[in-house]
């Protein structure tokens, strides 16, 4: 999908069938340990707009925001979808950010995965479970959108290569959405984060 410059995106609508996909997304509203953390912008305190858990290899320290987080040890359930999705990306990963939007007023604002311990060209494969919603792209620096992708119940989206040197991204709120989504966003960590 060379919808953008400077950019590898591969979007697969139909990943995994829709039971599957039903059955993962109840197990995983069910069984996780959702927080709300509070994150520094701009020299300010927000509480994130959704809920988050944060899973991984025992080193797979994650940092954004300010916070760093420690990894919860993988459940069977995300252990078995981690090696499904290494499988399709021929590379290893040893966290997973998970990601619940309660409804359409949930949203994660404008932001690249560039934290250096991700590495040069960070890898981050995101699976959506639950209610589609629209994943926006800007250019760093630009406040236009230029690319969207509805991700869908089921879909993996790939972003590699250069795509967050250059480019931003973002779930906006919305009024037309009441169901719960679940993102699940795979990365491989390569160095310790500075604490």
């Given at each position: 999908?060379n919808?953008?410059?400077q950019?590898?995106?591969?979007?697969i609508?139909?990943?995994?069938?829709k039971?599957?996909?039903?059955?993962?997304?109840?197990t995983?509203?069910?069984?996780?340990?959702?927080?709300?953390?509070?994150?520094?912008?701009?020299?300010?305190?927000?509480?994130?707009p959704?809920?988050?858990?944060?899973?991984?290899?025992?080193?797979?320290?994650?940092?954004?925001?300010?916070l760093v987080?420690?990894p919860l040890?993988?459940?069977?359930?995300?252990?078995?979808?981690?090696?499904?999705?290494?499988?399709?990306?021929?590379?290893?990963?040893?966290?997973?950010?998970?990601?619940?939007?309660?409804?359409?007023?949930?949203?994660?604002?404008?932001?690249?995965?560039?934290?250096?311990?991700l590495?040069?060209?960070p890898?981050?494969?995101?699976?959506s479970?639950?209610?589609?919603?629209r994943?926006?792209?800007?250019?760093k620096?630009?406040?236009?959108?230029?690319?969207?992708?509805?991700l869908?119940?089921?879909?993996?989206?790939v972003m590699?290569?250069p795509t967050?040197?250059y480019?931003?991204?973002?779930?906006a709120?919305?009024?037309?959405?009441?169901?719960p989504r679940?993102?699940l966003?795979?990365?491989y960590?390569?160095?310790?984060?500075?604490?």
């Open positions: 999908m919808v953008l410059a950019a590898e995106l591969r979007y609508e139909q990943w995994i069938d039971d599957t996909a039903d059955r993962w997304l109840r995983l509203l069910n069984e996780t340990p959702w927080s709300r953390p509070s994150i520094r912008l701009y020299g300010r305190s927000f509480v994130v959704r809920q988050v858990a944060w899973y991984g290899d025992v080193d797979a320290h994650l940092r954004y925001s300010g987080h420690e040890p993988w459940t069977s359930l995300l252990a078995d979808v981690r090696d499904q999705v290494q499988r399709q990306v021929e590379q290893k990963m040893n966290g997973v950010l998970l990601n619940l939007y309660r409804d359409g007023q949930d949203a994660i604002g404008w932001h690249s995965d560039d934290e250096p311990e590495g040069p060209e890898l981050v494969v995101s699976l479970l639950g209610a589609a919603r994943f926006d792209f800007r250019r620096g630009a406040s236009r959108i230029a690319h969207s992708i509805l869908e119940h089921g879909s993996l989206l590699s290569g967050q040197h480019w931003q991204h973002q779930i709120r919305t009024r037309k959405v009441s169901e679940i993102n966003t795979f990365r960590i390569t160095r310790e984060p500075a604490l």
